[in-house]
């Protein structure tokens, strides 16, 4: 596969934003020359007039541009008359966005009320069923011309209004017509999303801004991808807002945004950004903040030589193809190298927070499912039995000959290494195509990849993209130094950087190089392979961020669940606030828990509901109980 040029960003190696049309929503800029504007979305009940203004002024003034209510209902978009002008009252002006999902009647009323209304194609003029039914090409466009009918007198409106319009679709709601022919997958999504932008352009309306959100980021940067190659085919250009949905809280709940969201800005893709976390949504602006800043001095690093040809296909993800060596490269998971190089007299309890715990009285390490794969050493020594899993990388001058012991060299030590052995070799990105030709005939030795370009993502993205179209298959750890950063910004800027790379199926490893806690750095390198699917090491939890349809708190049942759960390896759990966000939303886990009516849950095996209407006070209880009745439960004491 070879793309002459990239096929969905203006550029592989050099930053530069994709130029979008502008699209006013009310008073702000979206796309053109603009910067990239950060939103959110309100928790509150949207009756509840008083508690979504205050709310709203809350997020305002952490920063958010744009704000997004629910209005399932012609009630609720009636009374987003009353929270307008309550915040024009007390002097806020920022835009209003009507979140619409299953009644075009309410987007009608909303539309004339607010400056921008969101509809979701998967289930704007139908509600979706979950049922796939045989579509042929003549049923197939029926249905279509019905959505036409019910989809147009909307454009009229926003027409007549000067309301903008977000085209948002999300890859769990995709429609029962389009799931018969082309499945939940990114190409779906877009054709969802491409149905009824083809009818606003005829209908001479382009007040429209687009996005495709996932909670798994592999199909969420596909799918943007997928839609900007779509719209470029098609002579288009609308701007793109970003979003990981259902991302969840906490840290795990950043990395995943940022691996989603960071990735497309990385190619300059991006015009608007949400960062949907389950926490109050004043807590998502300072997030989106740091990753838009970020991009602000991008324009100015070290050139890149272009990428002329692409060995790789950006619309699907496939490992790049490399020699085993050790646990390292082929079919292997990627690997993690935790750093200790800066301690100086090294014992067992340094391990710790490297996932190795050992005890004295029994003799025995105790080994987490977050332990490092490697250690790095420098110039130390250790004079302890190590865990058998466990690889100890050394400098050169320094290394020992001992069982699980490597020597790490740099570029200028290169003609030092022996080839019959294991080793590790220091090189960076911007090294020459004869060097790297060069040091591919050391097959015993693994590339740790480090990058001194401010644009380092794609700077390392150049090199395995040269390793490809030359077939050199080392196996090659991502390294990526964050020794001025915050521990916010370590957090958002590494899962960007390494998450990104991960889900184009690059990197054997990865190593965060990094002064905060060695605990901290350990728990984002698992982080990051978790959110792009790459490496499994903990409980997933798919959790929505909750808004006005909620029909309980989100985040003490989520705390309640990860307490309950979060030992069970590798399980995905769906944690869903209404019906809207049930079935569809958590598409891909393999357990659910939705909010079907107040006070009554319902429970979910994949997207077959299970159990209906069990009151909340016992609906953890029974989760627990579904996930036994499946075989998928262990007890905590045994693991």
């Known amino acids: 596969m070879g793309f002459r040029q990239s096929p969905y960003c203006p550029s592989l190696t050099r930053y530069q934003r994709w130029q979008t049309r502008e699209v006013m929503v009310g008073s702000v800029g979206v796309g053109g020359k603009n910067p990239i504007r950060i939103q959110s979305m309100t928790t509150t009940d949207t009756l509840d007039t008083i508690g979504t203004i205050d709310q709203s002024i809350r997020m305002i003034n952490a920063g958010c541009e744009i704000v997004r209510v629910t209005a399932p209902s012609i009630k609720e978009a009636e009374n987003l008359q009353a929270i307008r002008d309550g915040l024009r009252e007390k002097g806020y002006h920022t835009p209003l966005v009507a979140d619409i999902h299953f009644t075009p009647n309410a987007a009608e009323v909303a539309a004339r009320i607010v400056e921008k209304v969101r509809v979701n194609p998967g289930n704007y003029a139908y509600r979706k069923k979950f049922e796939i039914h045989d579509y042929n090409d003549e049923t197939y466009a029926e249905k279509l ?35 018969s022919r082309y499945g939940d997958t990114p190409i779906g999504m877009v054709e969802s999303a491409m149905e009824f932008l083809r009818i606003a352009e005829d209908e001479k309306y382009h007040d429209i801004i687009l996005s495709m959100k996932a909670s798994n980021t592999q199909v969420m940067v596909q799918a943007y991808r997928l839609l900007v190659k779509t719209m470029v085919l098609e002579g288009m250009n609308y701007p793109l807002h970003l979003g990981v949905t259902e991302a969840g809280e906490g840290e795990d709940g950043r990395i995943k945004s940022s691996v989603g969201i960071g990735t497309l800005m990385e190619d300059g893709l991006g015009d608007t950004i949400r960062v949907s976390l389950t926490e109050e949504p004043e807590a998502e602006i300072p997030v989106a903040q740091l990753l838009v800043n970020r991009y602000e001095a991008r324009k100015n690093h070290e050139p890149i030589p272009e990428i002329n040809s692409i060995p790789y296909d950006p619309f699907f993800r496939n490992k790049r193809e490399t020699n085993t060596i050790m646990n390292l490269g082929g079919d292997e998971v990627p690997r993690i190298i935790g750093n200790m190089s800066k301690k100086d007299l090294l014992t067992y309890h340094d391990l710790i927070p490297f996932g190795y715990i050992y005890s004295e ?16 050493i420098g110039d130390n020594s250790i004079d302890f039995e190590i865990p058998g899993t466990l690889g100890i990388i050394q400098n050169h001058f320094s290394s020992e000959d001992k069982e699980r012991h490597f020597s790490f060299y740099s ?22 195509s004869s060097l790297i030709a060069e040091i591919s005939q050391l097959k015993k030795t693994i590339f740790v990849l480090d990058t001194n370009n401010e644009h380092g993502y794609a700077d390392q993205r150049r090199f395995f993209v040269e390793c490809m179209n030359k077939t050199i298959q080392n196996p090659i750890i991502v390294k990526r130094s964050y020794r001025h950063c915050s521990q916010d910004e370590l957090l958002l ?13 690059f990197g054997d490893g990865i190593w965060i190089d990094s002064s905060h806690d ?7 390198a698992f982080g990051i392979l978790q959110a792009s699917r790459s490496r499994i090491s903990k409980t997933e939890y798919i959790s929505c961020p909750s808004c006005g349809r909620t029909l309980f708190d989100l985040q003490e049942t989520t705390a309640k669940i990860r307490a309950r759960t979060d030992h069970l390896k590798g399980l995905k759990i769906g944690i869903m606030g209404c019906i809207v966000n049930g079935p569809g939303e958590m598409a891909d886990a393999d357990y659910g828990y ?24 016992s609906a953890v209880d029974a989760l627990i109980q579904l996930i036994d009745f499946h075989g998928d439960w262990i007890d905590p004491a045994d693991v």
Not at 146 to 158: A, G, H, N, T, Y
Not at 493 to 505: E, H, I, R, V
Request: net charge negative; aromatic share 8%.
């Open 594 to 617: 939705v909010g079907t009516g107040v006070g009554k849950i319902s429970l979910y095996k994949g997207q077959d509901v299970i159990e209906k209407n069990i009151p909340l006070e």
């Open 518 to 524: 060695a605990g901290y750095v350990n728990e984002t």
């Open 493 to 505: 800027y590494s899962a960007t950087d390494l998450g990104g790379l991960q889900l184009d199926g």
């Open 145 to 179: 011309d019905r959505i036409r009918e019910r989809f147009i007198p909307l454009i009229q409106i926003c027409k007549e209004y000067g309301t903008a319009m977000r085209i948002g679709t999300n890859h769990g709601s995709l429609s029962d017509r389009i799931m």
């Open 411 to 432: 570029l200028d030590e290169k003609s030092l290494i022996d080839q019959n052995k294991i080793s590790f070799l220091n090189i960076y990105s911007d090294i020459s």
């Open 361 to 376: 009285n029994r003799d025995k390490w105790q080994i987490s499912d977050q332990a490092v794969d490697f250690l790095f």
